[in-house]
T-cell receptor, first 113, second 116 residues
Framework: SAVISQKPSRDICQRGTSLTIQCQVD?????MFWYRQQPGQSLTLIAT?????????ESGFVIDKFPISRPNLTFSTLTVSNMSPEDSSIYLC??????????FGSGTRLTVV | AQSVTQPDIHITVSEGASLELRCNYS??????LFWYVQSPGQGLQLLLK??????LVQGIKGFEAEFKRSQSSFNLRKPSVHWSDAAEYFC??????????????FGKGTKLSVKP
């Protein structure tokens, strides 16, 4: 199955700033996903990132706050914009490989102060 | 709508005792089912998955799960728990979007504590 390198692994950011998280996959994948895991909570899907088209966002998440890029079949970025302490979470990217299931990045632990 | 329910928020078992974590799903077709484990401060690790075939699935670390379509369940079991199994366990179902695998839908998780 695919291997995903996600960075940064953690960051502490000032409120009002933005952070871009990168995920690099070692093989071409059709669909990539971005999840948020708030402290003590489960994973919630933010959006689906498809190559060559705009990301599809879940209810409660908007492009202005979480812009996503997917320039090719091996790379995607998620930006957390105009951050507030409520954005402190773990952000994970994931890719699906047909027949193999899902691979996750190691996560980005974001703290907003 | 697709959903996953893990009825137990927190379970405590003694080391060496058996374990069963419950998972129920709501899905219109044959689901792709997964169990993941997350240790504190760590990422997600896949324990096992069910796509089709034998309904009893063997995973890593001595875990197994049984798919029961009639009960819409995919419970995780381990015959003898080790202290290192203490972690958060997530059940998930894989959505199908346009005929292809889509995103995972996660349950809220079950926190497992192991007492000596």
């Amino acid at each position: 199955s695919a291997v995903i390198s996600q960075k940064p692994s953690r960051d502490i950011c000032q409120r009002g700033t933005s952070l871009t998280i990168q995920c690099q996959v070692d093989s071409q994948v059709t669909m990539m996903f971005w999840y948020r895991q708030q402290p003590g909570q489960s994973l919630t899907l933010i959006a689906t990132a498809n190559q060559g088209s705009e990301a599809t966002y879940e209810s409660g998440f908007v492009i202005d706050k979480f812009p996503i890029s997917r320039p090719n079949l091996t790379f995607s970025t998620l930006t957390v914009s105009n951050m507030s302490p409520e954005d402190s979470s773990i952000y994970l990217c994931s890719a699906v490989t047909v027949g193999y299931g899902y691979t996750f990045g190691s996560g980005t632990r974001l703290t907003v102060v | 709508a697709q959903s996953v329910t893990q009825p137990d928020i927190h379970i405590t078992v003694s080391e060496g005792a058996s374990l069963e974590l419950r998972c129920n799903y709501s899905y219109g077709a044959t689901p792709y089912l997964f169990w993941y484990v997350q240790s504190p401060g760590q990422g997600l690790q896949l324990l096992l998955k069910y796509f089709s075939g034998d309904t009893l699935v063997q995973g890593i670390k001595g875990f197994e799960a049984e798919f029961k379509r009639s009960q819409s369940s995919f419970n995780l079991r381990k015959p003898s728990v080790h202290w290192s199994d203490a972690a958060e366990y997530f059940c998930a179902v894989g959505a199908i979007l346009g005929g292809s695998q889509g995103n995972l839908i996660f349950g809220k998780g079950t926190k497992l504590s192991v007492k000596p």
